[in-house]
């Protein structure tokens, strides 16, 4: 206990001194903004011309649920390492991602002179990683790989270094450098050394910002689902490792996102830190976040789900891991997904008071749905106001496009689902989260919504 303690100070006062030599942001209004893309939105590259509203919602009903797997396993595994993660065989240890269950990108630049990638921006995970050369087990990729040969401000470090502590699988590489090792239960792969190096951003008010040694792996052996237009990931987690826990003092610990509605497809998407994260207010609300195991995840309290002021009391986590916690919010996540149980009385409520004829999803993603084609244009009026309300009296009220989704061209359709039965796990999805300006205070351990529209932010 006490060598973990220790261990876990040291890792802090590392993070604590990196963040010293980070410069001044804004003349010291320390806040700056990027902008996130949707993997579906007419400005990612992973956009399939091909696709249709219908398809893109049943893949990201598909990913929904492989993140709650994700999370379930993840879960599992820090509350119980030393059974489940033996050192000799660290490649079956779950990975900070499952491949290709994510929602949103983002660019960035690493290295002396900078190199531009574009990286997976996750909430669910918490270190940064690019694939680096030498890469000979790799997945492809579009863009070359880093070099870190070519950057003047690389370092590997050893296997000595309080960081390499902080990863949930390492050992130590033939050159004594600290050599972290992701694993996904199909045998792929994520393998590769903690180094530092300077991380920059195109700040959307037209500076770069440059955060020297900055905690990153440098990937040399992967497969996977990734797709060959990603060549990584930037951890946004609330572990020591995250993108967010490094950046620390120089953010104030605050980072906060908005993200449009999903049928705004060519509107882009704000992941804020510092002064520009902070979200206040006649109209915003806030509520605990709970510290649990791992501590990557964001857990907060979930007490009722209300259909037109009914409410439908949400069970409380029965593993400990997550205190208090019984949802999780994941901006990697489309759906909100909850037990049986709790949807079994939301959707008896919200099928009792809509009027329309209940009608079956073509895609098979969601338990209830309706109708519409007698509605007419305007249909505002006929469906039911939801609210998830969160511990501290957050009341947060969905507009309809967030607790409704239209299946097909005259289905409508609840957009909460079943978790499957993966036990406690729920998530509180990214549609939502739509048009929220979200806060995640990190220091005070809280987060705050505000309604917005977030395509003009």
């Known amino acids: 206990m006490a060598s973990s303690l220790a261990s876990s100070l040291a ?3 590392l993070i604590i001194s990196a963040a010293s ?135 590997a470090l050893p296997c000595s270094a309080h960081p ?22 199909d045998r792929s792969v994520v393998d590769g050394f903690l180094s530092t190096d300077t991380v920059a951003f195109d700040s959307t008010g037209g500076r770069q910002v440059q955060f020297p040694t900055t905690l990153f792996g440098c990937t040399h052996r992967s497969n996977g689902t990734f797709n060959k237009d990603d060549a990584g990931l930037v951890g946004l987690g609330g572990g020591q490792l995250s993108l967010i826990r490094q950046l620390g003092s120089a953010i104030g610990n605050k980072f906060s996102y908005c993200l449009p509605s999903l049928s705004q497809s060519s509107a882009t998407s704000r992941l804020n830190f510092g002064s520009s994260a902070v979200v206040a207010g006649n109209n915003a609300i806030t509520t605990p976040l709970i510290a649990g195991t791992p501590s990557t ?22 593993q400990p891991t997550a205190g208090d916690g019984n949802i999780i919010i994941d901006s990697g996540t ?75 061209d005259t289905i409508t359709c609840l957009a909460v689902v079943s978790n499957g039965g993966v036990g406690d796990i729920r998530i509180f999805g990214n549609i939502a989260q739509q048009n929220f300006h979200i806060e995640y205070d990190l220091g005070a351990m809280k987060l705050t919504f505000a309604p917005a529209d977030c395509a003009k932010m």
């Open 11 to 13: 890792i802090s006062l």
């Open 21 to 155: 030599l980070l410069p001044m942001l804004a003349s010291g209004t320390g806040g700056f903004s990027v902008d996130l893309i949707h993997r579906d939105s007419l400005k990612s590259p992973l956009h399939d011309l091909s696709s249709t509203p219908s398809s893109r919602l049943r893949a990201a009903a598909d990913r929904s649920r492989a993140r709650a797997v994700y999370f379930r396993e993840a879960i599992r595994r820090s509350c119980s390492p030393s059974s489940d993660t033996p050192a000799d065989n660290a490649d079956d240890f779950y990975s900070e991602i499952i491949p290709g269950s994510y929602e949103y990108i983002m660019s960035f630049y690493l290295g002396t002179p900078a190199r531009k990638i574009l990286a997976i921006a996750d909430t669910g995970s918490d270190l940064i990683w690019v694939q680096c050369k030498p890469c000979d087990e790799c997945y492809t990729q579009t863009a070359p790989l880093f070099d870190p040969n070519s950057s003047s401000t690389y370092k």
């Open 164 to 185: 390499c502590s902080a990863l949930p699988q390492s050992s130590c590489g033939n050159s004594s450098q600290c050599e972290y090792n992701y694993g996904y239960g």
């Open 297 to 318: 995840f964001y857990f907060l309290n979930l007490e009722t789900i209300s259909v037109a002021g009914q409410a439908v009391t949400v069970p409380k986590n029965k």
């Open 334 to 408: 489309t759906l909100t997904l909850i037990d049986d149980d709790t949807l079994k009385s939301v959707s008896s409520k919200v099928a009792s008071i809509v009027s329309l004829k209940q009608a079956k999803d073509p895609n098979g993603v969601f338990s209830l749905c309706f109708d519409v084609s007698g509605a007419g244009n305007n249909n505002s009026t006929l469906f039911p106001q939801i609210t998830f309300e969160f511990s501290g009296g957050a009341a947060v009220v969905l507009p309809q496009e967030n607790a409704f989704v239209q299946a097909a």
